[in-house]
């Protein structure tokens, strides 16, 4: 069953008195608990794909619907509590903030689903969850540090901690591990594939690099702006 759908994706940017196409008519399903990579050079419109579904970016014409409903019409609220609630995103840069320890980063996305005082009534409960992620995810020796104190690997663990705290249905990777030598790299890969087959998580990875995408079930190549 399809929990995201991709119906004529097209989508430009402006430089100066110049359009450039960049995603040029796509259609894409992603299945309910699939691991889809999307494959593609620099410049094929990887990202861009990426950013549209996640609701980061509108489209210039075509649609992107979630269990069968469009989303990227929705007025800006409703697409920032589908951001926030069921579609999160992992990015090659980490974006985690600088002054609070990984535990206070990882629930800053909770923190703004729920406000500040409905947060602050049941805090102690979603540090423990806020813990448990980053145990799962092999930082519970790490609680304190700041992201300065962090491997690049480990600052990437904790933006995917940070993704899951609400309970996302969908988890869009942005060349992930675009930053990190070969050794972290693979466990990362790694622990995106166990909360694949163990959360039943669904992801979709986009990469240029074929050993990375090869560990997906399902692999389509994006050339140009079209699938092959």
């Given at each position: 069953m399809e929990i995201m759908q991709v119906r004529g994706l097209k989508k430009s940017f402006t430089k100066?008195?110049?359009t450039?196409?960049?995603l040029k008519g796509i259609d894409l399903d992603v299945n309910e608990g699939e691991y889809l990579s999307i494959i593609g050079q620099s410049g094929s419109g990887k990202s861009t794909l990426l950013h549209v579904m996640g609701l980061l970016t509108h489209p210039n014409e075509g649609s992107v619907l979630y269990r069968g409903n469009?989303?990227?019409d929705l007025p800006d609220l409703a697409r920032d509590?589908?951001?926030?609630h069921d579609i999160s995103m992992i990015f090659q840069f980490y974006h985690l903030l600088p002054e609070l320890d990984i535990v206070e980063n990882v629930l800053t996305p909770m923190m703004i689903a729920q406000g500040y005082w409905k947060f602050?009534?049941?805090r102690k409960a979603?540090?423990?969850r806020a813990k448990e992620l980053l145990e799962r995810v092999g930082l519970g020796h790490r609680l304190k540090h700041k992201p300065s104190e962090l491997s690049g690997g480990e600052m990437q663990r904790t933006a995917i901690a940070r993704a899951l705290i609400n309970q996302?249905?969908?988890l869009l990777a942005d060349e992930p591990t675009g930053n990190l030598d070969r050794s972290t790299e693979g466990g990362i890969i790694e622990l995106l594939r166990e909360l694949n087959e163990t959360e039943k998580l669904t992801i979709v990875l986009v990469t240029h690099n074929p050993a990375i995408a090869a560990g997906a079930d399902r692999t389509v190549t994006l050339t140009?702006?079209?699938?092959e």
């Open positions: 100066g008195p110049h450039i196409p960049v469009r989303i990227d509590r589908l951001r926030n602050r009534l049941h979603h540090r423990e996302p249905k969908i140009d702006g079209l699938f």
